[in-house]
């Protein structure tokens, strides 16, 4: 096995054992449930909470340069953005051909399962193009795109990334299903 392909299994594992599945039946409410005030979310073109959206359609994505410190919490419709946008889409754009994607031009998906569309066509094509690169490739900065790092490094970078996006969404799926109004245990 070579290692773009090892390194591509190791996401390919957790994207089919533990993220994808997790995003079965992802609903539109649960799409955009904030779970606390001030939460950052895609939104309808003119809603959005913060004073620079990014986005061409007729959604938009909650953004502000520089970030507010501490991060506001986002929603499940930010967090697929961000990784099918930032995580994905700009890499794929750069290193494997076709579209550039940038998240100020980028079309907002409005609907749960239209982002997870999205979703599934960049991680197909960044697993695809993982799955094509020589050692060569993996030691070498890439030819195109801003990053100056080996490609491995961004490779594993991309599947940190993932993963751990892929955590938050989970948890965030999870606090979703389970909000009954319970008042905690005190031990």
Known sequence: MTRSVQLAEQLDW??????????????????????????????????????????SGEWTMDFASPGPEPAPVTTIAWR???VIVSCLGY????????????????????????????????YERWNAGVRELSDADLENPPAAGPERRPMEGIVLHVNRELIHHGAEISLLRDLYRRQDGAVPRRT
């Open 80 to 82: 697929l953005a961000h």
């Open 91 to 122: 890499r794929v754009g750069w290193h494997f051909g076709g579209q550039d994607v940038d998240s100020r031009t980028f079309p907002y998906a409005g609907t749960a399962d239209e982002a997870l569309r999205q979703l599934d066509e960049m």
């Open 14 to 55: 957790h994207w089919r054992k533990n993220l994808r599945p997790r995003l079965d039946g992802l609903a539109d409410e649960e799409y955009f449930w904030e779970p606390v005030r001030d939460c950052w979310s895609i939104r309808p073109r003119g809603t959005s909470a913060t004073s620079m959206p990014e986005g």
